[in-house]
């Protein structure tokens, strides 16, 4: 399959942030396409955890963009959590970023 910068990904295996020998399946938003490889930051639905991260995105319920990114709850895009995954551990895309929240990521990795 092919994927494009912005699309909404389920990685079957990303590294735990306590331990990067420790995989979990999550939802995350591709940043880049590279060779064998994507880069892509966490997406969680643990919103209590924003206090833990530098930078984080808050995805609210009913809101357009949780609507084209397709995620079923309220979410955390955690920009903190950038990590490069092999495309053997990306199932599938399944929404894609709206463009505000385009925006919001971009004016995050400009500073």
Not at 13 to 26: A, L
Not at 87 to 103: D, E, P, Q, V
Request: proline share 4%; aromatic share 8%.
């Amino acid at each position: 399959m092919t994927y494009k910068k912005w699309d909404v990904v389920f990685v079957s295996k990303f590294p735990n942030q306590e331990n990067k020998k420790s995989y979990s399946p999550k939802p995350a938003i591709v940043l880049a396409v590279l060779v064998n490889k994507l880069r892509v930051c966490a997406i969680t639905s643990q919103v209590h955890q924003a206090p833990n991260y530098k930078d984080t995105i808050l995805i609210k319920e009913n809101s357009q963009e949780i609507a084209a990114m397709n995620l079923d709850c309220e979410s955390l895009i955690v920009l903190d959590r950038i990590e490069e995954i092999e495309l053997a551990n990306i199932k599938f895309s399944f929404g894609t970023c709206h463009s505000n929240t385009i925006r919001t990521i971009k004016g995050f990795l400009s500073k």
